[in-house]
């Protein structure tokens, strides 16, 4: 597929594994993105796939240069879903020069013990195929410390990495304007979530130092090449790395036998009932927590609550909390609630986690003996009309 000029698309889609990293579902599978940049008398690829794709990849690489050498392999990013060819296509293009920068070089020798011909890129360098002029640019934690974007100044593209990358395979074409993207806003914001969440900061300094370019079009790693919505999706990455959140709550919740089901319905009920509409209520046994995670990232009011389990929280809702103190959120408003039966942990451990997660809490938590009593239909009343009231504030 021909994305713009001499720039091909020889990605491939992945619709079999279940879980990427081996933890995040994938209903609608992924793509491994790789480009072609075909100047005729040098060639450049930038990125590769997964090592399991690599039949697939040489025939559509085959199917653009035929027997042509390629000159060059440009790694924007180490992660092995895209530099895990890179071993294979150094045996079928021995005379390839890898394009990095230092910690780049570090990593391919550490993953694949690949040596030979490199060229080693410092931020601002650039490099001419002929007709293309190709800029390197170094954007670390974006995912990983080695990552660098490519900036093709001949034709306005960037190669942007993960950076603007989705889950969601792709159905036929690869360029927005080409296809329906509506499946793709809400695993955008699942694959920032639970992928690069933790590294708002430096992605909002990526986003600083790519601002002055004139990007026409950015071909991420994942997801469609982005063309007519490069403005929604530049949006999309600068309001969640800055962690900003809409009006509306997400109430997880863990409960066994639905008495602390109970007590996050009336909270939720109360919540409706002051004028919030969007609530979000997730069972954390029952929803895999990357969608919980990206609601959290959506919504500024967060509600958790659960049982006490042989002493502890309960395991779901500890899974959880954990996965949101690793991700660095900020601006985020909190609200909990805790059961027990014999011995009360759930609202003491949860109150722990928020020293850890630096939220603002607001109410008072609520702790539940066995089941809900007149005076806790009164506090989480309580607790859902302080959010209400937190919230609304925010109001312009
Ligand atoms: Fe898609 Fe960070 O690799």
Same mark, same amino acid.
């Given at each position: $597929?021909?994305?713009?000029?001499?720039?091909?698309?020889?990605?491939?889609?992945?619709?079999?594994?279940?879980?990427?990293?081996?933890?995040?579902?994938?209903?609608?599978?992924?793509?491994?993105?790789?480009?072609?940049?075909?100047?005729?008398?040098?060639?450049? *690829?930038?990125?590769?796939?997964?090592?399991?794709?690599?039949?697939?990849?040489?025939?559509?690489?085959?199917?653009?240069?035929?027997? !042509?050498?390629?000159?060059?392999?440009?790694?924007?990013?180490?992660?092995?879903?895209?530099?895990g060819a890179i071993s294979l296509i150094k045996q079928y293009y021995p005379e390839i020069v890898l394009v990095g920068n230092k910690k780049t070089f570090d990593m391919v020798e550490g993953y694949y013990g690949v040596a030979g011909n490199r060229l080693v890129v410092n931020e601002g360098d650039a490099l001419n195929l002929g007709h293309h002029n190709l800029r390197f640019y170094l954007v670390p934690m974006v995912h990983w410390p080695e990552t660098m974007v490519t900036y093709d100044e001949t034709e306005g593209i960037l190669f942007s990495g993960d950076a603007f990358g989705c889950f969601g395979a792709l159905n036929g074409g690869c360029v927005d304007r080409n296809i329906n993207t509506d499946v793709y806003w809400d695993?955008? !914001? !699942?694959?920032?979530?639970?992928?690069?969440?933790?590294?708002?900061?430096?992605?909002?300094?990526? *986003?600083?130092?790519?601002?002055?370019?004139?990007?026409? /079009?950015?071909?991420?790693?994942?997801?469609?090449?982005?063309?007519?919505?490069?403005?929604?999706?530049?949006?999309?990455?600068? !309001?969640?790395?800055?962690?900003?959140?809409?009006?509306?709550?997400?109430?997880?919740?863990?409960? $066994?036998?639905?008495? /602390?089901?109970? *007590?996050?319905?009336?909270?939720?009920?109360?919540?409706?009932?002051?004028?919030?509409?969007?609530?979000?209520?997730?069972?954390?046994?029952? /929803?895999?927590?990357?969608?919980?995670?990206?609601?959290?990232?959506?919504?500024?009011?967060?509600?958790?609550?659960?049982?006490t389990y042989n002493t502890q929280l309960y395991p779901s809702m500890e899974a959880l909390l954990s996965k949101i103190a690793g991700r660095d959120m900020k601006n985020r408003i909190m609200g909990y609630f805790g059961s027990f039966t014999w011995a009360s942990a759930a609202v003491k451990k949860i109150g722990e986690y928020t020293e850890k997660l630096k939220f603002e809490v607001v109410g008072d938590p609520v702790e539940m003996k066995q089941s809900m009593s007149a005076d806790n239909y009164v506090q989480a009343k309580e607790l859902a009309k302080a959010m209400a009231d937190r919230l609304k504030a925010d109001r312009k």
């Open positions: $597929m021909k994305i713009k000029g001499n720039v091909h698309y020889v990605g491939v889609n992945d619709r079999t594994k279940a879980l990427f990293e081996s933890l995040w579902p994938l209903p609608n599978g992924v793509s491994y993105n790789s480009y072609l940049i075909d100047d005729g008398d040098t060639v450049a *690829l930038v990125d590769t796939v997964d090592v399991s794709f690599f039949e697939v990849y040489l025939k559509k690489i085959r199917s653009i240069i035929g027997d !042509r050498k390629i000159n060059y392999l440009i790694i924007n990013h180490m992660e092995p879903d895209h530099s695993e955008m !914001r !699942r694959y920032y979530s639970n992928i690069v969440g933790k590294y708002g900061a430096p992605v909002q300094k990526a *986003l600083k130092k790519l601002g002055g370019l004139n990007i026409t /079009t950015i071909c991420p790693t994942h997801g469609p090449v982005w063309e007519e919505q490069i403005p929604k999706v530049i949006d999309i990455y600068d !309001r969640l790395s800055r962690y900003e959140g809409e009006e509306g709550v997400v109430i997880a919740y863990g409960t $066994m036998y639905g008495n /602390t089901a109970e *007590l996050a319905e009336t909270i939720a009920e109360e919540l409706s009932a002051q004028g919030i509409k969007n609530i979000i209520m997730h069972d954390v046994s029952h /929803t895999h927590h990357s969608y919980i995670l990206s609601d959290i990232f959506k919504y500024k009011g967060l509600i958790v609550g659960c049982t």
